[in-house]
Nanobody, 111 residues
Framework: QVQLVESGGGLVRPGGSLRLSCKAS????????MAWYRQAPGKEREWVAT???????HYADFVRGRFSISRHNAMNTLWLQMNGLEPDDTAVYYC?????WGQGTQVTVSS
């Protein structure tokens, strides 16, 4: 059974930082391109970043150098380091392995 479990969300002030984690089980983690998506209230889910099996990183334009995606295959873990957070970054953030979704972790950016 595939499980993707996100953690690390919370309430942060504008300009602050958070580090999201996604722990995977039930998949051969190293063989998957892994991605982060997010969904803000009333909006469609949107892609944030991808890290390939070969460790190539790709980011949505709105990231603008603020976020960094990384992975540790031996730990079956994916991260998203988010710096310079803005209120528009408020959303539920999801981990995605190309087929399965995690349950999401809430990020709220507010003063």
């Amino acid at each position: 059974q595939v499980q993707l479990v996100e953690s690390g969300g919370g309430l942060v002030r504008p300009g602050g930082s958070l580090r999201l984690s996604c722990k995977a089980s039930g998949i051969i983690f190293s063989s998957h391109n892994m991605a982060w998506y997010r969904q803000a209230p009333g909006k469609e889910r949107e892609w944030v970043a991808t890290i390939t099996r070969g460790l190539n990183e790709h980011y949505a334009d709105f990231v603008r150098g603020r976020f960094s995606i990384s992975r540790h295959n031996a730990m079956n873990t994916l991260w998203l380091q988010m710096n310079g957070l803005e209120p528009d970054d408020t959303a539920v953030y999801y981990c995605y392995d190309g087929r399965d979704w995690g349950q999401g972790t809430q990020v709220t950016v507010s003063s």
